[in-house]
């Protein structure tokens, strides 16, 4: 099994080589960076949440969409426990918590893509065709947006959710849960999702991505307003983060499929290097979702704003000491306010 994809095993009758290496590599790998991805997960997120919660009446438009990103990364960053026991000891919670971990995982992270996507557009239509911002900013076109990505990345999981089993798994010598599918079906339906999930859940997005901060930036850069500390930039940087995180897992699953058809050798050194590849990066991608957080901690004026207020709120000693924290929060406050660009209260 190519431990870290999610999908069946290789039978090793067929297979040119058994990557042993791979294996016990993950064993320790994978354990200790889903922990550690876990807790800072978990603890950056809850903030993210709570900030932007406490803050719900004066919300401005990328804020609805920022708060359902972290609510999938937090959700995300749930399954990881899952992931690590499983490496070490293999699946011990039975079929339910299969079909529910890998469809949550597969759920949250094509949300996340099309949640960007969305965020970027409304900034394209706004800022360079001049659309009104109050368009977007609806209740009833928030509410059916909304629930239209996460229907889309349910409609994702849907395979998860359907055929993801938990089985003994001889390669792996341990219960593993992965995509059941019927072993003469199995090749075709793994080159038939990689290529699905390759060009409609991650590339067709990033090029709407990079067609629409071109542009937005292209028009910043006639009008002259590049060299200011715009929060635009921020969710440029939330957007690349994701791009680097996910991108990589992308394309070593684009060399898999291509070796599948025949395009590229298959030998066991490239079977080996393959699996460490796909086991890293997708380690990277699952990273991502605690790493949001610290991208509005260190850019986030607003932000950190929030935060200084949270921590005066809950630590406050003295009237003194507060007035000045709130005094400081303040002046932080004011380096962000740039005129009929304000458009999230985290930035």
């Not at 994978?30 to 800072?40: A, D, E, N, Q, R």
């Not at 971990?101 to 597969?106: A, E, K, P, W």
């Not at 291509?258 to 460490?276: S, T």
């Not at 809950?314 to 303040?330: A, I, L, P, T």
Request: proline share 3%.
């Amino acid at each position: 099994m190519k431990l870290g994809t999610g999908y069946p095993d290789i039978d090793p009758n067929t297979a040119p080589c058994v990557q042993t290496e791979v294996n016990a590599f993950a064993r320790y790998f994978g354990p200790v960076i889903f922990s550690l991805v876990f807790v800072v997960g978990l603890v950056g997120n809850s903030l993210v949440l709570v900030i932007l919660g406490q803050s719900r009446r004066s919300w401005r438009f990328a804020d609805h969409y920022l708060f359902q990103l972290a609510v999938a990364d937090f959700l995300l960053g749930l399954t990881l426990p899952f992931r690590a026991v499983q490496f070490t000891q293999g699946w011990n919670f039975g079929e339910f918590f299969c079909k529910l971990v890998g469809g949550l995982s597969t759920m949250t992270t094509y949300t996340s893509i099309f949640l960007l996507t969305y965020i970027s557009a409304e900034r394209y239509f706004v800022m360079v065709r001049a659309m009104p911002p109050n368009f977007f900013l609806k209740v009833s076109h928030i509410y059916v947006t909304s629930a239209f990505f996460w229907g889309i990345g349910l409609a994702f999981s849907i395979v998860d959710l359907h055929f993801r089993t938990a089985a003994y798994v001889s390669q792996a010598k341990a219960v593993v849960c992965h995509l059941g599918f019927e072993a003469q079906e199995a090749g075709a339906w793994k080159l038939g999702l990689q290529l699905f999930f390759f060009f409609l859940g991650f590339w067709l997005p990033i090029l709407v991505m990079i067609y629409c901060y071109g542009r937005i930036f292209t028009k910043l850069h006639h009008a002259g307003l590049l060299s200011r500390r715009l929060p635009l930039r921020l969710l440029v940087a939330i957007w690349i983060l994701f791009v680097v995180c996910w991108g990589p897992f992308h394309c070593f699953i684009l060399m898999d499929s291509l070796q599948r058809v025949g395009h590229l050798q298959r030998d066991c050194r490239q079977e080996k290097l393959l699996d460490f590849g796909v086991l890293i990066s997708r380690s990277l991608g699952l990273a991502h979702c605690c790493l949001n957080p610290l991208v509005y901690t260190f850019g986030g004026v607003r932000f950190q704003r929030e935060l200084c207020r949270l921590f005066c709120y809950s630590h406050r000693r003295s009237s003194g000491r507060h007035h000045s924290g709130s005094q400081d929060c303040s002046q932080a406050a004011e380096q962000s306010a740039i005129q009929n660009m304000d458009y999230s209260i985290m930035m």
